[in-house]
């Protein structure tokens, strides 16, 4: 059975997000400088058809967050939109062809049948709570591991229950001020983390924790 | 001329001292753990006349916290107690021989005469404000680096003030889910910060910034 995990690229003030987010600008006001690390490298370029980039030590985070992955759960808001009923229309941020190949679980109040994207993304959405959309998602991944792929609150609330085998933390040296911040709503008392890796690469460093003091 | 640094370690969650805080209890619910760290190694027992203790990864971390500095500024809190005039019978947290063994700068609204403890620490209490603390303890200092021993608030005005050469955040794995937040109040822009080092240390990531971006 895969283990639950989240990769999450921090600010060095503890958002993953900036402020004023919004359906136009889902990473918020300076949020776009938080993946910079990942961009820019070969490994995310060759998922993305495309040619270059660099090779450094932030790679195997890169590779880590791009494979071995059998199913994503995400927040509504990841998928793209705010509150109430689906407009049936609306296939979300990700184009056609989402760079997630792979089921995607879609945590949300209201009812939607699935879409089936290009390349092998296919969106479920669950109206019925973490505890069962992790099941779906662990009987979709088999083997693999199952990513939570944000935002905040889909992290918080899996964290807060406990559920997270997993965290890696990209920080980055910038002060974002606002925005979503990550390590709230955790619940008392908060859950033990252990650290198991720290790994230094240019412009961030990836921390890596699980379960357990 | 040495350069103005902080050292804090906070917590994953962003904080340096859990909440509730108070006179007889300046860390905080929970607090005492952020420092475990540093108080189990032995650098930091022999700077404190005990025995045994840790040697690795962190050591030398320690004992940039412990050497080469010629003089700290902190804030009032730090040198405990709360606002308002000065109990010119009131000698502060530290006991009658500091730990800092130089002379040091408390940031207060109240004048205060010079308390000269034993060990060669003397505290300067200083009126008008956070330049002109740090021309007297550059002063003081000489060639070496000059320290800002916290609380937040004090390092909050020298980051926002971007008067801080070099900061050093040890980073542990615990959530204090409340508490002082280092990483606010730092203006608008606030600083840019550069990584230079990040160290994986037994519990704890000692993270270098500098200032520039």
Known sequence: ???????????????????????????????????????????????????????????????????????????????????????????????????????????????????????????HFVTDGIEWALEHARTAAGAKDISIGGGASAVQQYLAAGLVDELVISLVPILLGAGARLFENLGEPPPPLRQVEAVEAPGVTHLRYVRGS
Not at 41 to 62: C, D, I, M, Q, Y
Not at 90 to 95: A, I
Not at 102 to 115: C, G, K, M, W
């Open 1 to 123: 059975m895969g283990n639950l995990k989240a990769n999450m690229t921090m600010s060095l003030d503890g958002f993953v997000a900036g402020p004023n987010q919004s359906a136009s600008d889902p990473l918020g006001v300076g949020g776009e400088q938080l993946h910079s690390w990942l961009l820019s490298l070969k490994a995310f370029r060759e998922s993305h058809g495309e040619e270059g980039g660099e090779v450094n030590t932030s790679t195997p985070f890169a590779e880590e967050i791009l494979g071995n992955v059998g199913a994503t759960i995400m927040g509504r808001n990841m998928f793209g939109g705010g509150p109430g009923p689906w407009d049936q229309a609306w296939r979300g941020y990700w184009g056609e062809n989402p760079p997630y190949h792979h089921p995607v679980f879609v945590l949300t109040r209201h009812s939607r049948a699935p879409l089936e994207m290009e390349g092998g993304t296919t969106f």
